[in-house]
């Protein structure tokens, strides 16, 4: 069975490191969409997402899909995320589902049976560490226990503005979110792949390149989640910090610019789509 | 309008600081609910939902949804919390849902849209401090925009084992938690009511009345919700330490003591939830 770290590896080889968010805003959508799905606005998040799957594949071999947009829209948005996230395996996406769930004991073994099960069938999920290492450990058994292989990006250092409040906190070894990372670090170590990487990977913003490099260093074997790139203010530069020299060890995030590159009237928003993916793959893989 | 400190005053006036968990688990559920329902198991999660409703009703005027169980089932999960929460608000319940939600900006604000307006409608959600005051911040807006008002319970200090692992990282002013703890304190006075307390409560674990103290202390117009009293260890008399003399200011939450203080075989488990009931609520109240 190929490892969870392998089979993101072979993703980032295959198309590059850009992961395409997924986060449907119905005022952002397509005016034609919102016109014919007005009564029914999750399946224009269906509709939707199917389109920018098909858009972006030959570009990006990595989704994610935000849960708070679908869950918004109750029962009927779940459906739509189950219906987008098996379309996207069946496209060959490597999925990641974006919901920082944490809780404890049985009530997370809950979330990841969700998450890595039949219910959303993700390949990652994005989980909060506040809780500590007894709230993390059912998400990490559950992740192992799956076929294939299942793995977690837990949230070090966040790309807020405000993320440093508790992020930042200093006690005398380092700030809370250097005892994160080592934390990760030493969980990651239960399942590496064949790619020298784990399965506990970290959530770390492109907005503030120099703990993205100081986090690199603390977590060399750690799949690294980069949010922030584009929308947010960081650059494919910032962003390739968080990259090991083999080009492997990190992938990077654009929700809205992968999303929304367009005016819900613009009759264009194909060829924007198509066009920022193209655009991102090439800026993050250097060239 | 009466603000959301004063609603939730009210229902621990009436009916006692009582929180009745509803974590609806499958093989637990009595034996008639696991064969009348096999092939649609979230419609047994309804029905016995509402059962529990009923039964708790002359005890305990307020119920916490948990959501992971509820997510476990899909789209169909999700529709039943839907009605449950429904059927709460119809029987006059004050409804939390514990989703410990956790994310920033728009994201933030389309997780508290989902909470309060009409996709869960509740009157309460629990939220993760990690990501910082920014992303805090919707939660709030949302809650004080919505009629009637909505609130918060951000997590503080976790009653699982090891929730100390970076909730009691301490710097020179004090643990992560006491500067969690502060913050709430100080979100909370934006909106306090007749009753003295505000809109933003804590989550304070009754497994370690120590800090339950000291917490009560740091957060005197702050409510509590207090979990881990019954099935997690915590007494009622270790509860009891998070109220204020006005016999306000924190509720107590008891999941598996509550929904599921029977074997699956047991004729008698609607007499058992009953007595349960009574019991924890007359314990909570120091009859």
Chains 1, 2 share one sequence.
Not at 145 to 153: S, T
Not at 201 to 214: F, K, M, S
Not at 258 to 279: C, L, Y
Request: charged share 20%.
């Amino acid at each position: 069975m190929q490892s969870f770290a392998d089979l993101l590896a072979d993703a980032v080889r295959q198309n590059g490191p850009l992961c395409v968010g997924i986060d449907p805003r119905w005022e952002s959508l397509p005016i034609s969409f919102q016109q014919k799905f007005a009564h029914a606005p999750a399946e224009a998040f269906t509709h939707f997402g199917r389109k920018v799957l098909e858009l972006c594949a030959p570009n990006s071999g990595i989704v994610k899909f935000q849960a708070a947009f679908f869950e918004l829209f109750g029962p009927a948005g779940m459906q739509s995320m189950q219906t987008l996230i098996q379309d996207a395996r069946e496209r060959g996406y490597f999925v990641i589902l974006d919901a920082k769930r944490g809780d404890i004991a049985s009530t997370a073994t809950a979330y990841a049976q969700a998450a890595f099960g039949s219910t959303w069938n993700a390949d990652a999920l994005t989980v909060n560490p506040y809780l500590g290492a007894d709230a993390i450990e059912p998400f990490i058994q559950e992740a192992r226990k799956a076929e294939p292989q299942r793995g977690l990006f837990v949230l070090v250092r966040t790309s807020n503005p405000g993320g440093g409040l508790f992020q930042n906190l200093k006690n005398e070894t380092g700030p809370l979110y250097r005892h994160v990372a080592d934390a990760v670090a030493s969980w990651n170590e239960g399942a590496i792949g064949e790619c020298g990487y784990g399965d506990v990977g970290a959530v770390v913003g492109a907005t503030n390149p120099h703990e993205l490099r100081e986090l690199r260093e603390a977590m060399p074997r750690v799949w690294f989640l980069v949010p922030g790139y584009g929308a947010q203010g960081g650059t494919a530069e910032d962003a390739r910090a968080a990259m090991r020299p083999d080009g492997l060890g990190a992938i990077v995030n654009s929700s809205r610019g992968m999303t929304f590159p367009f005016q819900p009237e613009d009759a264009q928003w194909e060829a924007r789509i198509q066009h920022a993916a193209q655009k991102a793959q090439a800026e993050l893989r250097g060239e």
